[in-house]
């Protein structure tokens, strides 16, 4: 099963993907999470050698990440999404999201996208800073789990990040093991362009919802401790003039797939006939799957 590029339409993701919360209302043996700072592209550099952690031992010492990937301790995975109203996912996004996450990890229980809560709109010109999505994280995730389930947090936003420049718009971020945010204006607005004639609605309908589903799997592989961001790397494969990200330009977890050029690859995808999708390359999975299949 090709894991790195999924096939369009409704299942883009149902057999590609690869791709870390905590609250008090979890069970107090969750792994803590690590201390919230801006992302940036200095991430941590992993050790292509670095052997893999003891999973034996005590659970809570163990990176978050691990607990994503393995389902000995936690085998159930929840999203908590949170969102500004009517900027929630794409029809189908979620669904091949968590289709792709089950075929991935090891969580017998199952993976799942629960909608928790609505965050009051800051408007389509609100340039959020990471102070404020910080605490805004903080303060919304908050969904009890049962102690067998471990969650990582979503949370969809109107406006766009306070260092997005003329050239580089920023379409998602990922920090602290635990959050992702999507800046649902920015992918639309960047959707807009470039797609005259007759099919050009249908088209831009399918290219917003691979971006989104692209730069959505692309946070949660950050999460996942890519590409050298915790999760050993069993091939020297991260780009190390752009932190945790991969040399592959066929890969997610590319540098520029972050912003604009993630939609201009799918918009021209598209208008040649092809399917805009996009998921991890082998050396994200190996990575992957030597904490998944390890004893």
Known sequence: MNHCRPR???????AALAVLALTACESSSTPEASTDAA???????????????????????LPRFVHYIRG?????LVLELDKVDGHGPEDGVEADLTAGLSQLLDKPAGVEVVHDGLIPSKGADHAWTFSELS?????????????DTIKMHIVFLDGRYAEDTDSFKILGLAWASTHLVVFKDTIES???????GPL?????????????LGI????VGHLLGLVGNGLPLTTDHQDHDHGAHDTDDGCIMYYAYQGQALVDLFRTRLLAGGEPDLGFDAACLADIAAVRDAP
Do not use: I, N
Request: hydrophobic share 40%; glycine share 6%; aromatic share 6%.
């Open 8 to 14: 369009g339409s409704t299942a883009m993701l149902a």
């Open 39 to 61: 992302p940036t592209a200095d991430a941590p550099t992993a050790d292509a050698s670095a052997e893999l952690p003891d999973f034996s031992g005590d659970p809570d010492s």
């Open 72 to 76: 000995d301790v936690y085998p159930r």
């Open 135 to 147: 605490a805004l994280a903080k303060q919304t995730f908050d969904l009890a789990v049962p102690d």
């Open 190 to 196: 960047l959707c807009q362009g470039g797609l005259a």
């Open 200 to 212: 050009s609605q249908t088209l831009r309908a399918r290219l917003c919802a691979s971006t989104e």
């Open 216 to 219: 959505w799997t692309h946070e």
